[in-house]
């Protein structure tokens, strides 16, 4: 009986226990022919006993490529599927993977179990690189695929020391702009509805909208800051809080459109005028920012081309390993209308 080591199986002890030489085992790995259907069940025997992952940088030495790229799904919210933002840049990279005749597989990765997995299925060798969306900070995925030698890119990123490939908008500077908007406008008291804290991009937009307050001479008051979720419902709830609390509040920043959309609905329902009363500013761009009444004031995130630098960073690595990890951060663009 053959001992079994310590660690990750080896190629060699797959070998050893089908009783076959080394690249008899990496025909059957490979699907390779010539090879005798009594041997490729005694090797596929040994695989299963073993519980032998093929490796993945041995595949890639061989040239040899899956031609599948794994979109990965980190949230555990399904609503959040369904958000603009988010199916605006699954079609721009579905678009421009297919342009790249490479096949695009959408993961949902929630659990431990389920990263366990995954990685498991990276060192098979079944995908060549992975898109991972809505990464939140203290998720370890990100590393452990960049670890198992994956190549990796990030929508957004998880801290200032992202280590991973990422493509990210100008958070930070868009946030400013609109509330830059908003004090030249004439606004002293300005709220902000801000996205989750745990994600890199919300904290971003929160201190943009910081650094507006501190550059127009503006104090910073705690309580006109509320937390929301990126969904209009939590816009509705945050601006009825607001008024509450804050009367005199005249001018509002929210990180999404859709929260801002919930702020105006709410906004109307107390009586207040838009942008008369208060003026108000969405994040993202999204068709919705045209349909509210009165039309968004927004920040425009560029969808299409955060896609498409996704997937174009990704092929890079794929095609060159050893390549320095890239951070992109693409420029936003204050679109102005008539809430503020």
Avoid at 190 to 195: K, N, V
Wanted: include cysteine.
């Amino acid at each position: 009986m053959l001992k079994r080591g310590s660690g990750t199986p080896t190629l060699e002890e797959v070998a050893a226990l089908a009783g076959v030489g080394r690249g008899t085992v990496s025909r059957v790995i490979n699907n390779a022919s010539g090879v005798k259907a009594s041997t490729r069940r005694a090797v596929q025997r040994a695989i299963e006993e073993l519980d032998y992952v093929p490796n993945l940088a041995a595949r890639s030495l061989a040239g040899r490529r899956a031609d599948a790229v794994a979109l990965v799904m980190t949230k555990t919210d399904w609503r959040l599927f369904g958000a603009p933002f988010f199916s605006e840049v699954v079609r721009a990279v579905g678009d421009a993977l297919t342009e790249a005749d490479v096949q695009l597989l959408l993961t949902l990765v929630r659990t431990d179990a389920e990263r366990q997995r995954l990685v498991k299925y990276v060192r098979g060798g079944r995908i060549d690189g992975a898109l991972l969306m809505s990464v939140r900070a203290e998720d370890r995925l990100p590393d452990m695929l960049a670890d198992a030698g994956l190549p990796t890119v990030l929508l957004g990123r998880r801290s200032d020391e992202e280590r991973v490939t990422y493509v990210d908008a100008d958070n930070v500077g868009g946030a400013r702009a609109a509330v830059a908007h908003l004090a030249r406008g004439g606004r002293k008291s300005i709220a902000a509805i801000t996205g989750p804290p745990e994600m890199y991009a919300s904290r971003c937009r929160l201190r943009g909208y910081r650094e507006a307050l501190r550059d127009a001479g503006l104090d910073e008051v705690q309580s006109l800051v509320v937390q929301g979720d990126f969904s209009e419902v939590s816009g509705r709830r945050a601006m009825t809080g607001l008024i509450e609390r804050h009367p005199e509040v005249d001018g509002v920043f929210a990180s999404s459109d859709s929260m801002a959309a919930g702020a105006v609905t709410a906004l109307h329902a107390a009586g207040r005028r838009v942008p008369q009363d208060v003026a108000v500013i969405g994040f993202d761009d999204f068709e919705l920012a045209e349909q509210t009444e009165p039309p968004l004031t927004t920040v425009r995130q560029p969808m299409e081309e955060i896609g498409r630098t996704m997937v174009r960073l990704l092929l890079e690595e794929m095609d060159q390993p050893q390549v320095a990890w890239r951070h992109v951060i693409l420029r936003t663009q204050l679109v102005v209308r008539e809430s503020a």
